[in-house]
C-alpha cells in the first residue's frame, strides 16, 4: 500500500515542462550555461520532483504497481510448466490394437481358447457349428482330466484320416488363420476332436450290445446320449482295461462316433494319451440360442475309484528290497535291548 501512495504523490507532485523552458530550479542568470563550474549538474536535491527528466536526457521508467496479475510471457518467464498436448486418437488406436493382439494371444496360449465344432458326434450336447470355450489353464497346474468331462484333445493318431479338412482359400483363408493364431477365431485346419471322457487310467470299462456302459462295474445313466442312439450297440468291445496315462473317450452321438470303441477293434488301441489333451470344455459360447455350461453328469459321481474286487497293486521292487533289509536289523535291535534289560 505504501508503494502504491508514494507512486500516485509522485506523478501528482511533477511539473510539466513545455519545449524551450529550462527545468525548475535551473539556473538562468549570465553565470549559467554550458561550461558551468564543476559543481554543475542534474539536479538531485530535494528539489527535484520524481517523474522529471534529468540532466542527462534520460527518464526513469515508473515503478510498477503493487497487485497487478503477472502477465503470460512472465508466467512462463517464472517457470511454470505448458499444458501436456493431448494425442490424436488416431495415433492412439494402432498402440491399443497391437495390446489387444497381445493380450489376446496370451489368453489363447495360457488361458481359454475356442473351437469349432465341425461334426454331430457329440450331438445333442454339441451342434454342429458350435463354438465352445476350452479352459487350458488348469492343465498347466497338474490337473488331468476327469470322468465325465467333455474334453478337446490332439489327434493321437490316425482318427482323423478320413475327415476332409474345411480351411478355406485364398483372402479369408489368410484371415482366419491370423484370427486363430491369436484367438480371435476357431482354426479350421488344427487336427483336434472333442469327446466325452468316459474312463481314466486304471478303469475297466464293459461295453457290450444292449447294455449300458458300466465303469468298475458301476453301469452308467446317460440321459445326454442322442434320442434314439445306443450305448454300445454298433460298436461293442466288451471289456477292456485303460492304461494308467491314457482315457477312454465317447461320443454323445453312439451311432454317428468314431470314438475309442471303433479304434479298440480296428487297432487294439483306443486309448487317448493324457499329453495330447488341449484341455477341458466347460461352456457353449456361441451361437447365444445354444449357450449352456458342460458339467459333469452326476452319474459319474457313483462310479469307484477301482472296480470291486481288483487286486492291490503290489509295491515296487526297491521297496520290497528295503523293507527285506530293514526287518532283520529291526528284530536284531530288538533281542539286543532284551539281553541288556536283563
Known amino acids: 500500500m505504501s508503494v502504491q501512495q508514494s507512486t500516485e504523490s509522485g506523478e501528482s507532485g511533477g511539473t510539466e515542462q513545455r519545449p524551450g523552458t529550462a527545468p525548475e530550479g535551473a539556473g538562468t542568470g549570465p553565470g549559467a550555461g554550458p561550461g558551468a563550474g564543476p559543481g554543475a549538474g542534474p539536479a538531485t536535491g530535494p528539489g527535484a520532483a520524481p517523474g522529471t527528466r534529468s540532466g542527462a536526457g534520460t527518464e526513469e521508467p515508473p515503478e510498477p504497481e503493487a497487485g497487478r496479475a503477472a502477465g503470460p510471457e512472465e508466467s512462463t518467464a517464472a517457470g511454470a510448466k505448458p499444458a501436456r498436448k493431448k494425442r490424436p486418437f488416431w495415433q492412439e488406436l494402432p498402440i491399443l490394437l497391437v495390446i489387444a493382439l497381445l493380450l489376446s494371444l496370451g489368453i489363447k496360449t495360457f488361458f481359454v481358447q475356442a473351437f469349432s465344432i465341425p461334426s454331430g458326434s457329440m450331438e445333442n450336447?454339441?451342434?454342429?457349428?458350435?463354438?465352445?470355450?476350452?479352459?487350458?489353464?488348469?492343465?498347466?497346474?497338474?490337473?488331468?482330466?476327469?470322468?465325465?468331462?467333455?474334453?478337446?484333445?490332439?489327434?493321437?493318431?490316425?482318427?482323423?484320416?478320413?475327415?476332409?479338412?474345411?480351411?478355406?482359400?485364398?483372402?479369408?483363408?489368410?484371415?482366419?488363420?491370423a484370427l486363430s493364431t491369436?484367438?480371435?477365431?476357431?482354426?479350421?485346419?488344427?487336427?483336434?476332436l472333442i469327446k466325452r471322457v468316459i474312463a481314466v487310467g486304471g478303469d475297466t470299462v464293459e461295453c457290450n450290445a444292449g447294455s449300458p456302459v458300466k465303469v468298475n462295474g458301476v453301469?452308467?445313466?446317460?440321459?445326454?446320449?442322442?434320442?434314439?442312439?445306443?450305448?454300445?450297440?454298433?460298436?461293442?468291445?466288451?471289456?477292456?482295461t485303460v492304461p494308467k496315462g491314457?482315457?477312454?473317450?465317447?461320443?454323445?452321438?453312439?451311432?454317428?462316433?468314431?470314438?475309442?470303441?471303433?479304434?479298440?477293434?480296428?487297432?487294439?488301441?483306443?486309448?487317448?494319451?493324457?499329453?495330447?489333451?488341449?484341455?477341458?470344455a466347460f461352456v457353449v459360447a456361441w451361437p447365444i440360442s445354444d449357450w449352456s455350461t458342460l458339467?459333469?453328469?452326476?452319474?459319474?459321481?457313483?462310479?469307484?475309484?477301482?472296480?470291486?474286487?481288483?487286486?492291490?497293486?503290489?509295491?515296487?521292487?526297491?521297496?520290497?528290497?528295503?523293507?527285506?533289509?530293514?526287518?532283520?536289523?529291526?528284530?536284531?535291535?530288538?533281542?539286543?535291548?532284551?539281553?541288556t534289560g536283563r
Not at 145 to 173: A, C, I, K, Y
Open 219 to 240: 453301469a452308467l445313466v446317460e440321459p445326454y446320449l442322442f434320442p434314439g442312439a445306443t450305448p454300445c450297440d454298433n460298436d461293442p468291445v466288451g471289456t477292456v
Open 125 to 177: 450336447t454339441l451342434q454342429i457349428g458350435d463354438r465352445v470355450l476350452v479352459d487350458k489353464l488348469t492343465p498347466w497346474f497338474g490337473a488331468e482330466p476327469e470322468r465325465g468331462e467333455v474334453v478337446v484333445f490332439r489327434d493321437p493318431g490316425g482318427w482323423l484320416e478320413d475327415t476332409p479338412t474345411t480351411s478355406s482359400g485364398g483372402v479369408m483363408g489368410t484371415v482366419q488363420k
Open 246 to 280: 491314457k482315457l477312454w473317450v465317447m461320443g454323445d452321438h453312439r451311432n454317428n462316433s468314431r470314438d475309442s470303441r471303433p479304434h479298440q477293434n480296428l487297432t487294439g488301441d483306443g486309448f487317448v494319451p493324457v499329453d495330447n489333451v488341449v484341455g477341458r
Open 182 to 192: 491369436v484367438g480371435l477365431m476357431p482354426s479350421a485346419d488344427e487336427k483336434d
Open 295 to 339: 458339467p459333469v453328469p452326476d452319474t459319474f459321481d457313483k462310479v469307484p475309484s477301482r472296480a470291486a474286487g481288483s487286486p492291490v497293486e503290489a509295491p515296487p521292487a526297491p521297496a520290497v528290497l528295503a523293507l527285506a533289509g530293514v526287518v532283520p536289523i529291526a528284530l536284531w535291535r530288538r533281542r539286543r535291548a532284551r539281553r
